[in-house]
């Protein structure tokens, strides 16, 4: 007698990666927003909980600095970034959406600067986006003085910002580039919250 056969079994659906975001974020009411301040030698990195319905509830999850070294060839440098930012995204954390500070002054600074510095600049936002897509999680770019005037004013030194975020209580370090991360993660929040209010009063 032939053996029976087994029963064939359902194939698995597949979840694409930004439809598998989608239902995290739907189950949770926080989105989760990771800021970057794009650097060379010093990323900062912040990821901010955010209600968009209570912005009084903001909190930072996390915060960091990636750090590369001079000494280390600059290819190498990029791909620890890129393998630095991965661990965030396979991580437990589910970042919702990213947002990553572009110098307000970008076009200027493509004149004036070494440009070496410009060109390293690029090459590591240029690392951040390609690796964001490999997870298929949002990007939105955020200039510079944006992110300084949500929380002060378009020209507000380090400083002042961190003053801001000290009244705000997501941060009270000293840390310039950790600083710099928050605000370009709550810049982000707010336009996220002005969207989604939007949204509602459509409805």
Known sequence: MAPRSSPAVPAVPVISVERRAAVDSYRRRDLRILGLDASLARTGVAILEADLADPDSWKVLHMD????????????????????????????LKIDHVFIEKPG?????????????????????????????????????????????????????????????RRLKLYD???????????????????????????KAKK
């Open 65 to 92: 600095v990636i750090q590369t070294y001079p000494r280390i060839a600059r290819p190498q440098r990029l791909h620890d970034i890129r393998f630095a930012l991965r661990e965030y995204f396979d991580g437990s």
């Open 105 to 165: 002054h970008w076009a200027r600074m493509k004149q004036d600067s070494n440009q070496e510095t410009v060109e390293a600049l690029a090459q590591v936002r240029g690392v951040m986006l390609e690796t964001c897509a490999d997870y298929g999680v949002t990007v939105t770019e955020i200039s510079t003085n944006d992110a300084k005037a949500t929380l002060a004013h378009p020209t507000a030194s380090k400083e002042q910002i961190q003053q801001a975020l």
């Open 173 to 199: 370090g000293e840390d310039g580039d950790i600083a710099d991360a928050i605000a370009v993660s709550y810049a982000g929040a707010r336009q996220l919250r002005v969207k989604h209010l939007e949204g």
